[in-house]
Every structure is written in C-alpha cells, then in structure tokens.
C-alpha cells in the first residue's frame, strides 16, 4: 500500500544551520508529494509540493524534489531562522480524474531552532 | 476569504458520550476532508465528501463515527459512544473540485479529549 516514512524528531539546531529532513515513500503510479507545515497553535499549512518526477517544490527558502528513482522528497533549507522552529509533515496523494485524493502523511518531525 | 473553520477547538468527554464536532470548508469548495492524529502517531485519513456524497470513507475506524455533509456545505462528524483510544485531534481540509491537483486547506483542528 501506500506510506510515508520521514526521519524521527525532534530535530534541534541553531539559526542559521542547515536543515534536512528525510522522506521516502512507498506508492503506486505517480503520487504527487507535499511537505506540509503546523507552526505552534496553528493549523496544517502546505508548504510545498511537487506532482511529478524531477519536480523541484520550494517555498520561504525550502526546497524539496520528487526523485522518483529513489522515491525520495527530502526538505532542505539552506539557513534555518527561529520562525521555522514547527512541525512538518511529509505526504502523498493519489489523484483520481479531476479530484485529489486523501493525503498520506508521515509520523512529522519537530523542529526546534534556537538563536 | 475566510479558511476552514472547526468548531470546538477542543472537547473533553467522558468515555461512553457522544461528541460532535463541526467544520466549515472554505466557500466554494467542493472537496471536504476529515482527518485525524491520534497522539504520536500519522495523520491519518478518515473521509472524503464531494459536495454532500461521501467519495471515499474506507478510513472510517468503525460505526461509532459518523459524518455527514448536508446540502453539501458544512460538515459534522459524531462519535457516539465514545471510546478513550479515540482521543486525538481531528483535522478537516477542503479544496476545490475543479483541478486534480488542488491543494486540501486545513482548518486547525479539534482536540478530542475522552477521560
């Protein structure tokens, strides 16, 4: 079936350090994938997405590509500030005709960014 | 425009009470979604309306929980009775029906506390 695995958190790192987190998938066909955001005491927010192969998603400095060779859509961003301190949550969809199906999320990874 | 709206913000229950919980997708929006986290683990899907059909609820746990969408605009979904492994935080997402590839809004939740 489908899932979504992402790496385990919590992640804690200092302004301005680099920031990956790691997902890989499991899906049939051709999924389109998102990273999504939940800041503190908010709701879900889409983040970025990529709906096809070598598709580069990016979005407030994050970027993510759908490598298809290694089912991949890794988050990276170059210099993390404080405000990025949230949890994000790696996910996929199947799309049937003109509607978007259900999101599979991964478990999320905290992070945390201290000045 | 208004975004999606979930009504309580947070319900604590006694096991073996009903509970209802309310959403209202952004205007327009065909697509309505229920999710939910139970604490630590994924999000995980529940439902999918289109208008007032329900498209897809393979993600129902069981017949305590019911949604409904009626005259296809606001959603409730009910848990009666209800059970303490169904506490957790419930998500409703809406989009539009018109593109494959939409992005699912999320309203910030509903957290479901069962003592």
């Known amino acids: 079936g489908n899932s979504v695995t992402q790496m385990e958190g919590p992640v804690t790192l200092s302004e301005e350090a680099f920031l990956t987190i790691n997902c890989t998938y499991t899906a049939t066909g051709y999924p389109s994938l998102f990273w999504y955001v939940q800041y503190p005491g908010e709701g879900l927010q889409l983040l970025l997405k990529a709906t096809k192969a070598d598709d580069k998603g990016s979005n407030k400095g994050f970027e993510a590509t759908y490598r298809k060779e290694t089912t991949s859509f890794h988050l990276e961003k170059g210099s993390v500030q404080v405000s990025d301190s949230a949890v994000y949550f790696c996910?996929?969809?199947?799309?049937?005709?003109?509607?978007?199906?259900?999101?599979?999320f991964g478990k999320g990874t905290k992070l945390s960014v201290k000045p | 425009e208004a975004g999606v709206t979930q009504f309580p913000s947070h319900s604590v229950i006694e096991k073996g009470q009903t509970v209802t919980l309310r959403c209202d997708p952004i205007?327009?929006?065909?697509?309505l979604y229920w999710y939910r986290r139970v604490m630590g683990k994924e999000i995980k899907f529940l439902l999918h309306?289109?208008?007032?059909?329900?498209?897809?609820e393979s993600g129902m746990p069981n017949n305590r929980f019911l949604a409904e969408r009626t005259g296809g605009t606001y959603s409730t979904l009910k848990v009666q009775p209800a059970e303490l492994e169904d506490s957790g935080v419930y998500f409703c997402?809406?989009?539009?029906?018109?593109?494959?590839?939409?992005?699912?809004?999320f309203g910030p939740g509903t957290r479901l506390t069962v003592t």
């Open positions: 996910a996929l969809s199947r799309n049937y005709g003109g509607s978007q199906g259900n999101l599979i």
């Open positions: 205007s327009g929006h065909d697509n």
């Open positions: 309306f289109v208008k007032e059909s329900k498209q897809d």
């Open positions: 997402a809406s989009s539009q029906v018109s593109s494959g590839r939409s992005e699912q809004y």
